[in-house]
């Protein structure tokens, strides 16, 4: 319901709008885990004008019936699309929805979305506001006085609709993977030729020492995890690793997508991995060095825009942790590392066999014949097209599919899965998160009402 209620007052809204962007003015609402964001950005002294005209219309918000039929409709091709996107896309979906304390699958959405009536829809919708946390940030140009005007606007608004404030939500839990736990979760395919492979390896709650150990690792490896898989392995034209830092847990992702089968690339991965602790050995104490100033510098770096910081800023707000002097933390524990330190790291997380070894699986497997004729599929209507979720249209890989193709069949499929280690097929993806437990909340830096005392 959030992402229609979003899409229909962006639509709503459009004429209203139009002058302020030509003076130079922009708005952004989007539909997150915990609510709604809604910002707006450009000349000062208009901004609350704004932001007030923008505040008022959400809380008295009413969709039209006849777009709401037309943008529910564009909805539901969205979700029905998700299953002919990029096999890498949808891993990261699917990621999301095992890992995460709580996140939908597409055939829930869909299911919801099918039963949503415009009555039922007009009838929630006021209860959006009904309890109300807010936080904001106000960055730039901008005096104490007049940030607090801002924040004055949005409670005004909220009060004419009677919203009653309420405690801040508790941010979502990332799922624990129990020591030595080896996963695999696998779904199929029926458009593209190729297959994806997601490998993760969760690591630690997060602390600055863990996470210099993963960013360094990344920093002297991601090089050559795309020169051996992708150039000398030649498994695919997708290929990158990174750090993962998803609800303060760290870990290590490598994915890849290949018309490969799934079981030979998640055994290349493992092998690129068992290379890596002698490669890191290998390095000379210069090269360590370098490796760890790059890191370093570039972490420092600052922001080249208001706009960089300001995301900067908003994003440790975001996570409620508040943690504005990370880079300088973090990067003082990096440079107390050393190589013993790192392939310490790599035998113990990454490596078979040690004692804080923890890996996940997500296999997209293809299903279509290596003989069939590739070709484009047709065109779909911008409407109908979400643009984080649909992989680029020139594709060599696309399968021509008829509008009317079934959707894969709900729940999780699985087949006999072999990886080159025992590994344990997730089935029930409920059962799995119960089974596993949850790991703390982030942690709390700062005590966010010390930061700007009244006075």
Not at 336 to 344: A, I, R, S, W, Y
Not at 394 to 418: F, H, R, Y
Request: aromatic residues 10%; charged residues 30%.
């Amino acid at each position: 319901m959030a992402h229609l209620f979003v899409e229909l007052f962006r639509d709503s809204i459009n004429e209203v709008v139009y002058m302020a962007e030509l003076s130079g003015m922009k708005y952004l609402i989007e539909q997150s885990k915990y609510g709604l964001t809604l910002s707006v950005r450009g000349y000062d002294d208009k901004l609350d004008v704004l932001l007030k005209i923008l505040m008022d219309k959400l809380v008295h918000f009413k969709p039209d019936l006849n777009r709401f039929n037309v943008l529910k409709e564009v909805y539901g091709r969205q979700l029905k699309n998700f299953f002919a996107t990029e096999p890498n896309r949808q891993s990261t979906w699917y990621f999301n929805v095992l890992m995460s304390e709580i996140c939908f699958t597409k055939e829930a959405l869909m299911e919801t979305l099918n039963d949503l009536t415009y009555e039922k829809f007009s009838a929630m919708a006021p209860d959006l506001f009904k309890d109300v946390y807010v936080e904001g940030f106000v960055f730039g140009n901008v005096s104490r006085k007049k940030a607090e005007s801002f924040l004055e606007e949005v409670e005004s608004s909220l009060r004419s609709v009677n919203a009653k404030p309420i405690a801040p939500v508790d941010r979502m839990r990332l799922v624990k993977l129990a020591e030595g736990s080896e996963l695999v979760y696998h779904r199929e395919n029926e458009v593209h030729k190729s297959s994806s492979v997601t490998t993760y390896y969760q690591c630690a709650f997060e602390n600055p020492r863990m996470n210099m150990l993963l960013e360094l690792f990344e920093q002297i490896t991601n090089e050559p995890c795309f020169d051996i898989l992708r150039t000398k392995e030649q498994l695919g034209y997708i290929v990158f690793s990174q750090v993962k830092n998803v609800s303060g847990v760290l870990g290590l992702q490598v994915l890849v997508q290949s018309h490969k089968s799934p079981e030979h690339v998640d055994e290349r991965i493992e092998s690129f991995l068992r290379e890596m602790q002698p490669f890191v050995a290998a390095l000379t104490d210069a090269e360590f060095a370098t490796h760890v100033e790059a890191l370093a510098v570039r972490r420092l770096e600052k922001p080249k825009t208001i706009a960089q910081q300001a995301t900067k800023f908003w994003n440790e707000i975001y996570v409620r942790q508040y943690n504005f002097d990370r880079d300088a933390t973090e990067v003082a524990e990096l440079r107390k590392l050393t190589k013993e330190d790192l392939n310490g790291f790599i035998t113990e997380y990454l490596l078979p066999g040690g004692k804080q070894r923890k890996k996940f699986t997500i296999h997209i497997t293809s299903t279509v014949p290596a003989d069939a004729v590739s070709r484009k599929r047709p065109s779909v209507d911008m409407e109908g097209t979400d643009s984080e979720e649909t992989g680029d249209d020139d594709s060599e890989d696309d399968i021509e599919m008829a509008q009317s193709a079934e959707l894969p069949p709900p729940g999780d499929i699985v087949s006999p899965v072999k990886t080159g280690n025992k590994c344990d097929a997730i089935r029930d993806i409920e059962h799995f998160k119960k089974k596993m437990g949850f790991h703390p909340v982030p942690p709390v830096y700062i005590d966010i009402d010390t930061v700007l005392p009244d006075q």
